[in-house]
DNA sequence: CATCTTCTTGACGCTTTCTTGACGGTCGGG
DNA sequence: CCCGACCGTCAAGAAAGCGTCAAGAAGATG
């Protein structure tokens, strides 16, 4: 995710074919085009794209069976793209293994965000990894906060400051930076509203009466432990 | 389904529903015999098979029909029969949802043969398993929730919220990821929308006045039990 | 056209979360 | 030893968010 992926595009139609490169190119993707299913298989063959945009309408094979050849040897993301009227096959398509199916005529911002989504289901947690300290583990992605196999339930606002707590850690962050990260520029002298969330935060995930994942240095600030 | 499936066969003359018996018999199938439409759909309601065979001629519906009633909820293989001077049909019952066509008079091997074709393309299903936690069954292929074996009936967009969910379980997914997946791009922000479906679909599968299975993050959005 | 299912929308009571102020404890300097 | 600065905790009210109901719209079916 950290460079733009090659997007393998199939259809018969140029004009959608172009419409397609020119979307991708502007979301920050390279687009591999490819007008039949023959020409598609053998352009993932040489060098595999990050993911693939097929349309079910094409003149020697269809996109379901594109799919299923695919998903042979591979579990690159592939949505499908769809003419009204072709809505049946929608889970035809997914039983074949495709990962979405939009359907014509979609919007721009639509395609993209659903191959993004699907990119991101296919690389699981790329950014932001699980982090685990003596008995807590911290799934940052997946929102999930768990202390020797429970599962901790944490409010928005004390995730967040966790976060940037563990994103930190081992180095002192002041009650100003903790204020405006996680609250706004308009929060950063309040202290008070930190000391309060700190308190929720220490009892939902430290042992009883200590405090051994969040370290207090007093008039400055917090630190996770290292 | 790794020993012989039960095969639902439906035709309205009893010799070749005997003949079909024991054809199917022989192969190493169980046969589910009906001889109207109406008594192949509710036959196939009560149990579903694992595949069916249907003839086009019945008294109350014809096989396309059924084919299509099948399709609504089920990805089962479809085998259609007909006389000669129905080819033209053909067309019609694959549009329906139908995986190949017979045309009688058939041979037992040629009939056998295309059964196990279709059932095997029906197998591939790596990617979307059928998912069991605590008394509910998930089948994502095949469009089908059960709780405690009795089956549930979800709508399209119930149905659509719930894979997402299950798809991604454990792991939180916004309101906003919740929206763009389910109803695209165009209602990111429509979060009544999400919450009066969550609600629909907890009705039908949660225990009731629990939250078992879908978990409320406040503020956040949603996630499934893992 | 009548009917049935599904989706959407707004209203309302209820729950969770956030904020705020008060209070007692600790620590180091005077 | 006393005092002030700072911290952690608690409780209460305010604000935001949630679940549910019911009614109407939209779409599919026959």
């Given at each position: 995710?950290?460079?733009?992926?090659?997007?393998?595009?199939?259809?018969?139609?140029?004009?959608?074919?172009?419409?397609?490169?020119?979307?991708?190119?502007?979301?920050?993707?390279?687009?591999?085009?490819?007008?039949?299913?023959?020409?598609?298989?053998?352009?993932?063959?040489?060098?595999?794209?990050?993911?693939?945009?097929l349309?079910l309408?094409?003149?020697?094979m269809d996109g379901v069976e594109v799919t299923r050849r695919i998903r042979e040897?591979?579990?690159?993301?592939i949505?499908v793209?769809?003419?009204?009227?072709?809505?049946?096959r929608k889970v035809e398509a997914l039983a074949a293994g495709a990962d979405?199916y939009?359907?014509?005529?979609?919007?721009?911002?639509?395609?993209?965000?659903?191959?993004?989504?699907?990119?991101?289901?296919?690389?699981?947690?790329?950014?932001?990894?699980?982090?685990?300290?003596?008995?807590?583990?911290?799934?940052?992605?997946?929102?999930?906060?768990?202390?020797?196999?429970?599962?901790?339930?944490?409010?928005?606002?004390?995730?967040?400051?966790?976060?940037?707590?563990?994103?930190?850690?081992?180095?002192?962050?002041?009650?100003?930076?903790?204020?405006?990260?996680?609250?706004?520029?308009?929060?950063?002298?309040?202290?008070?509203?930190?000391?309060?969330?700190?308190?929720?935060?220490?009892?939902?995930?430290?042992?009883?009466?200590?405090?051994?994942?969040?370290?207090?240095?007093?008039?400055?600030?917090?630190?996770?432990?290292?």
């Amino acid at each position: 995710m950290s460079e733009q992926p090659r997007v393998l595009v199939c259809d018969d139609e140029p004009q959608i074919l172009r419409a397609l490169r020119v979307i991708l190119r502007d979301a920050g993707f390279e687009a591999v085009p490819a007008s039949t299913g023959g020409e598609a298989l053998d352009l993932t063959a040489v060098r595999p794209p990050g993911a693939a945009i097929l349309d079910l309408m094409l003149p020697d094979m269809d996109g379901v069976e594109v799919t299923r050849r695919i998903r042979e040897w591979s579990e690159m993301p592939i949505l499908v793209l769809s003419a009204v009227g072709e809505e049946d096959r929608k889970v035809e398509a997914l039983a074949a293994g495709a990962d979405d199916y939009v359907t014509k005529p979609f919007g721009p911002r639509e395609l993209v965000a659903r191959l993004e989504a699907a990119l991101r289901r296919a690389q699981p947690e790329t950014g932001e990894p699980t982090i685990s300290v003596e008995g807590l583990e911290i799934d940052l992605a997946g929102r999930l906060v768990r202390r020797d196999g429970a599962e901790i339930h944490l409010t928005p606002t004390e995730f967040e400051l966790l976060r940037v707590l563990v994103r930190n850690r081992g180095r002192l962050m002041t009650h100003r930076d903790l204020l405006v990260e996680v609250w706004g520029i308009e929060y950063e002298d309040d202290l008070q509203v930190l000391r309060a969330h700190i308190a929720n935060l220490r009892r939902k995930i430290e042992p009883p009466g200590e405090h051994v994942f969040i370290r207090t240095d007093p008039g400055v600030g917090y630190r996770f432990a290292e």
